[in-house]
């Protein structure tokens, strides 16, 4: 039986039909490619004590969710860049303000130098001095105004992704914490299955004891099940694997003893979805990627201010204070103290520079056009991803429709095969019905009830992606 878990990437593609989950460990960042930040693996303790925490609980949709966005490693590095982004604003707020520094020096001269009064001797000396300086911007042009405007929005866009990061895990939860619902549906489905060949199987031993059937009626009811045994065997195994899929898609060390709880799952109605035009300008108004992405291009916007800021002159205001020392060994005793030289020989200076670009050789040209072709790109990424929404909308809205109709239709099929299967037993306890039609209602009923439980799970999700789309939180 087809997989009911689908990724959110491949179920938007065309045709609509049942595809793969991917789980967030095979994201970007999270598995061993580039870009994944390197954690250390927890001691053996402290995964007896995740073990214990997770085991004796069932952990709803929700828990689910949560915690798997509070603990993704891509959400993780997500958080960092929002972190990036705060230092680049800080940086870029603090330009505005003044600069202050300070410098020593101190020099020895051997043989012939310049004295004291400018002049030339042929002496020993000493000479030291320091200075405090400060500067500050007056006019920039407005380039630190739209550097800072800039940093703001690559923030926002930022934030925006994280966003954008926690709502496509979100999804993906709820797809494989679906398909571990499926899956434990379906063990239920093959217990009662295999109930009535054991059934089955008692009273056709009790007929043979009488001499009323067959040794091989008997030998057939066996094989009956012990078939069924098996794919009650194999269904437990995949509701095991759904389970630890699930696990690992919240970032748990391991998934011994996880599991659910099995909401009351009622049985889904008609779909009220809507117009898939008015889903598309409600999605392009509130999906984060979408807002992320517009936040990007009026950083580039403000970039390409920036760099057109740099053709005009900058006026910047400084100020600072020197002194310094000089001894000559020559003179000897007739230096004047250290004291006496901090005291005279201190100046302060204050002063205006106007910075003025004549000929970068192309540089200022250069960012110009870099800024501008950068935008222009970013805007055409914008196009292509509303483009894309829009076509992912309409596939959601027809697939939601379609998989509505599918269910209607495997309901209908398991009603009757329910019927057939009814008649069947009544017939098989007159002694009326050979084993062979019995069996044959009895695997079509079971089959058909797979099918509807698999059509009911995947028009389930079908809505739920539409609801993501809506900005909806998902929920069962």
């Given at each position: 039986?087809?997989?009911?878990?689908?990724?959110?990437?491949?179920?938007?593609?065309?045709?609509?039909?049942?595809?793969?989950?991917?789980?967030?460990?095979?994201?970007?960042?999270?598995?061993?490619?580039?870009?994944?930040?390197?954690?250390?693996?927890?001691?053996?303790?402290?995964?007896?004590?995740?073990?214990?925490?997770?085991?004796?609980?069932?952990?709803?949709?929700?828990?689910?969710?949560?915690?798997?966005?509070?603990?993704?490693?891509?959400?993780?590095?997500?958080?960092?860049?929002?972190?990036?982004?705060?230092?680049?604003?800080?940086?870029?707020?603090?330009?505005?303000?003044?600069?202050?520094?300070?410098?020593?020096?101190?020099?020895?001269?051997?043989?012939?130098?310049?004295?004291?009064?400018?002049?030339?001797?042929?002496?020993?000396?000493?000479?030291?001095?320091?200075?405090?300086?400060?500067?500050?911007?007056?006019?920039?042009?407005?380039?630190?105004?739209?550097?800072?405007?800039?940093?703001?929005?690559?923030?926002?866009?930022?934030?925006?992704?994280?966003?954008?990061?926690?709502?496509?895990?979100?999804?993906?939860?709820?797809?494989?914490?679906?398909?571990?619902?499926?899956?434990?549906?379906?063990?239920?489905?093959?217990?009662?299955?295999?109930?009535?060949?054991?059934?089955?199987?008692?009273?056709?031993?009790?007929?043979?004891?009488?001499?009323?059937?067959?040794?091989?009626?008997?030998?057939?009811?066996?094989?009956?099940?012990?078939?069924?045994?098996?794919?009650?065997?194999?269904?437990?195994?995949?509701?095991?694997?759904?389970?630890?899929?699930?696990?690992?898609?919240?970032?748990?060390?391991?998934?011994e003893g996880f599991d659910i709880a099995?909401?009351?799952?009622?049985?889904?109605?008609?779909?009220?979805?809507?117009?898939?035009?008015?889903?598309?300008?409600?999605?392009?108004?509130?999906?984060?990627?979408?807002?992320?992405?517009?936040?990007?291009?009026?950083?580039?916007?403000?970039?390409?201010?920036?760099?057109?800021?740099?053709?005009?002159?900058?006026?910047?205001?400084?100020?600072?204070?020197?002194?310094?020392?000089?001894?000559?060994?020559?003179?000897?005793?007739?230096?004047?103290?250290?004291?006496?030289?901090?005291?005279?020989?201190?100046?302060?200076?204050?002063?205006?520079?106007?910075?003025?670009?004549?000929?970068?050789?192309?540089?200022?040209?250069?960012?110009?056009?870099?800024?501008?072709?950068?935008?222009?790109?970013?805007?055409?990424?914008?196009?292509?991803?509303?483009?894309?929404?829009?076509?992912?909308?309409?596939?959601?809205?027809?697939?939601?429709?379609?998989?509505?109709?599918?269910?209607?239709?495997?309901?209908?099929?398991?009603?009757n095969y329910r019927i057939v299967l009814?008649?069947?037993?009544?017939?098989?306890?007159?002694?009326?019905?050979?084993?062979?039609?019995?069996?044959?209602?009895?695997?079509?009923?079971?089959?058909?009830?797979?099918?509807?439980?698999?059509?009911?799970?995947?028009?389930?999700?079908?809505?739920?992606?539409?609801?993501?789309?809506?900005?909806?939180?998902?929920?069962?």
């Open positions: 039986m087809k997989r009911l878990a689908v990724g959110l990437a491949v179920l938007l593609a065309a045709g609509g039909g049942r595809l793969g989950a991917q789980v967030p460990g095979e994201q970007a960042g999270q598995g061993s490619g580039q870009g994944q930040t390197a954690v250390s693996r927890p001691a053996q303790g402290a995964v007896a004590g995740q073990v214990q925490a997770v085991a004796g609980r069932q952990w709803t949709l929700e828990e689910c969710i949560r915690y798997a966005v509070e603990n993704n490693l891509t959400i993780r590095q997500g958080k960092l860049e929002v972190d990036r982004g705060q230092v680049g604003l800080d940086m870029a707020r603090a330009a505005r303000h003044p600069s202050l520094g300070a410098n020593l020096d101190g020099s020895t001269y051997f043989g012939r130098g310049p004295t004291r009064d400018g002049t030339y001797s042929d002496d020993t000396r000493v000479s030291t001095s320091g200075s405090v300086s400060s500067s500050m911007p007056l006019f920039e042009a407005g380039r630190i105004r739209h550097t800072v405007a800039a940093s703001k929005l690559d923030l926002e866009a930022a934030l925006l992704q994280v966003d954008a990061l926690a709502e496509d895990l979100s999804l993906n939860v709820a797809t494989l914490y679906l398909d571990a619902l499926f899956a434990r549906e379906l063990v239920g489905v093959a217990q009662e299955q295999t109930l009535r060949s054991e059934e089955l199987l008692g009273r056709n031993e009790q007929l043979f004891k009488a001499g009323k059937a067959a040794q091989s009626v008997v030998s057939e009811s066996k094989a009956s099940v012990a078939a069924d045994v098996y794919t009650l065997t194999q269904n437990r195994g995949n509701l095991s694997l759904a389970l630890l899929k699930l696990a690992f898609a919240l970032n748990l060390e391991t998934g099995s909401p009351a799952v009622s049985e889904p109605g008609s779909p009220v979805i809507g117009d898939a035009g008015d889903i598309y300008l409600q999605s392009v108004g509130t999906r984060s990627e979408i807002l992320a992405a517009g936040k990007r291009l009026e950083s580039l916007d403000r970039q390409y201010l920036a760099a057109k800021a740099e053709r005009y002159p900058r006026l910047s205001l400084g100020a600072g204070y020197s002194n310094s020392y000089y001894y000559s060994f020559k003179d000897g005793a007739a230096n004047q103290n250290f004291s006496w030289q901090v005291k005279n020989n201190g100046n302060f200076n204050v002063g205006m520079t106007l910075s003025i670009p004549i000929y970068s050789r192309g540089t200022i040209k250069g960012k110009i056009s870099n800024a501008s072709i950068a935008a222009d790109a970013q805007q055409l990424r914008i196009e292509e991803a509303e483009r894309n929404l829009r076509q992912q909308v309409e596939q959601a809205c027809v697939a939601a429709n379609t998989a509505y109709q599918k269910y209607l239709a495997a309901q209908a099929s398991a009603e009814e008649n069947e037993t009544k017939k098989a306890e007159l002694g009326v019905s050979t084993l062979f039609d019995y069996n044959n209602a009895k695997t079509r009923y079971f089959a058909s009830q797979s099918e509807m439980l698999q059509a009911k799970y995947d028009y389930i999700f079908r809505l739920k992606v539409v609801d993501y789309y809506l900005g909806r939180p998902i929920t069962l």
